[in-house]
């Protein structure tokens, strides 16, 4: 299997993209909080987060790669913390960065508590791909669980934001119609049954200034082939559960995510960023650790995929390792599984 891109920290959930040539990593920072596994999500007591960069990855094949070629990693360090957003309390998870065609400044997402304990989506502007960031003080209004992901349309401009997570991310604490007032309700659980709708992923436009939504985020249906219904809450093999991502390739978008406690990376395409999207197969067979979280980018005219799991750390599912492996396409634009071996 490829080796751990990091290794003097443990890092997470990364988030890819390519600014003026060079590759930038934005990923959870993991650490030993010494707090018990369970399915809130407790024991990822992240604090703040580091950007990584490379300049290249065109000699690395990582299907035959050790350690020793793996390419220089630059660490920018801390970019932002917990006791720099005004009004989160803990629980800095999986972040994002766009840059802002408007303006050309880069915005980071990010999830956290607020002083309530519930997840809401903060932005923080900066300069340059590594910052310094700067937080706004109050979360983006209408947004709330994890895992945000930005994504810029390269062919209209446009820039969307996808986030969600059940279970710890709350996702499921938040059902009902559209809206920038859509209540917490903790009552609240993941839906059931073979006819029931699966929850969807949520997606929102961004306004022009990239610091708020332009309307209430919507959800992000995902159909199955065969039936053309929404995928049902049973089919825990294709659900969405977390780890929202986009990416374009020629004229089609492809939302990726993690099917959590099936342990599965997986996609569905469509024409549109907005979907609906149907499910077209899985990218990631399950690896060592609860689940996994990625990223796909085209650098230097090659596909990746960023993913983690826990070999750094020997198993342990709170403390992980990013890695990198080349994604490949057949002729009609399926993705092929990705080989974690």
Same mark, same amino acid.
């Given at each position: 299997?490829?080796?751990?891109?990091?290794?003097?920290?443990?890092?997470?959930?990364?988030?890819?993209?390519?600014?003026?040539?060079?590759?930038?990593? !934005?990923?959870?920072?993991?650490?030993?909080?010494?707090?018990?596994? @369970?399915? @809130?999500?407790?024991? !990822?007591? +992240?604090?703040?987060?580091?950007?990584?960069? /490379?300049?290249?990855?065109?000699? !690395?094949?990582?299907? *035959?790669?050790?350690? *020793?070629?793996?390419?220089?990693?630059?660490?920018?360090?801390?970019?932002?913390?917990?006791?720099?957003?005004?009004?989160?309390?803990?629980?800095?998870?999986?972040? &994002?960065?766009?840059? @802002?065609?408007?303006?050309?400044?880069?915005?980071?997402?990010?999830?956290?508590?607020?002083?309530?304990?519930?997840?809401?989506?903060?932005?923080?502007?900066?300069?340059?791909?590594?910052?310094? #960031?700067?937080?706004?003080?109050?979360? /983006?209004?209408?947004?709330?669980?994890? &895992?945000?992901?930005?994504?810029?349309?390269?062919?209209?401009?446009?820039?969307?934001?996808? #986030?969600?997570? $059940?279970?710890?991310? %709350?996702?499921?604490?938040? %059902?009902?119609?559209?809206?920038?007032?859509?209540?917490?309700?903790?009552?609240?659980?993941?839906?059931?049954?073979?006819?029931?709708?699966?929850?969807?992923?949520?997606?929102? =436009?961004?306004?022009?200034? +990239?610091?708020?939504?332009?309307?209430?985020?919507?959800?992000?249906?995902?159909?199955?082939?065969?039936?053309?219904?929404?995928?049902?809450?049973?089919?825990?093999?294709?659900?969405?559960?977390?780890?929202?991502?986009?990416?374009?390739?020629?004229?089609?978008?492809?939302?990726?995510?993690?099917?959590?406690?099936?342990?599965?990376? =997986?996609?569905?395409?469509?024409?549109?960023?907005?979907?609906? #999207?149907?499910?077209?197969?899985?990218?990631?067979?399950? =690896? /060592?650790?609860?689940?996994?979280?990625?990223?796909? =980018?085209?650098?230097?005219?090659?596909?990746?995929? #960023?993913?983690?799991?826990?070999?750094?750390?020997?198993?342990?599912?709170? $403390?992980?390792?990013?890695?990198?492996?080349?994604?490949?396409?057949?002729?009609?634009?399926?993705? /092929?599984?990705?080989?974690?071996?």
């Amino acid at each position: 299997m490829p080796p751990p891109l990091i290794t003097h920290l443990y890092t997470a959930d990364p988030s890819a993209h390519v600014f003026d040539g060079r590759l930038y990593i !934005y990923p959870s920072h993991d650490r030993d909080s010494g707090i018990p596994f @369970n399915d @809130n999500g407790d024991q !990822y007591d +992240m604090a703040d987060y580091h950007v990584f960069s /490379l300049a290249t990855l065109s000699s !690395y094949h990582p299907s *035959s790669s050790s350690a *020793s070629t793996l390419p220089p990693v630059t660490d920018h360090g801390p970019i932002l913390s917990t006791r720099s957003v005004p009004w989160a309390s803990k629980q800095l998870w999986a972040p &994002d960065c766009a840059r @802002n065609p408007s303006t050309g400044s880069y915005h980071l997402f990010f999830p956290a508590r607020d002083a309530s304990g519930v997840f809401r989506i903060g932005v923080a502007v900066g300069p340059s791909p590594s910052g310094p #960031f700067v937080a706004d003080p109050s979360p /983006l209004a209408g947004s709330f669980s994890i &895992d945000p992901a930005a994504f810029v349309d390269a062919d209209t401009g446009a820039a969307y934001l996808y #986030f969600g997570g $059940l279970w710890g991310g %709350q996702l499921q604490c938040f %059902q009902g119609p559209p809206s920038f007032e859509r209540r917490f309700d903790a009552s609240q659980r993941e839906p059931s049954g073979p006819d029931v709708p699966a929850l969807s992923p949520q997606v929102g =436009v961004l306004a022009a200034s +990239m610091r708020e939504f332009a309307a209430p985020p919507t959800d992000l249906v995902i159909l199955a082939p065969e039936t053309g219904a929404p995928i049902p809450a049973d089919d825990h093999a294709r659900r969405f559960f977390e780890a929202a991502w986009m990416h374009k390739r020629g004229g089609t978008y492809y939302f990726s995510y993690s099917t959590g406690d099936t342990h599965y990376l =997986v996609y569905a395409t469509a024409k549109s960023p907005l979907g609906p #999207f149907t499910y077209a197969g899985r990218i990631l067979e399950p =690896v /060592l650790g609860w689940t996994t979280h990625h990223s796909i =980018v085209e650098f230097e005219g090659r596909w990746w995929l #960023f993913y983690h799991d826990c070999e750094l750390s020997g198993g342990v599912n709170h $403390l992980r390792c990013v890695k990198v492996a080349e994604l490949f396409y057949d002729d009609e634009g399926r993705i /092929l599984p990705v080989k974690n071996e």
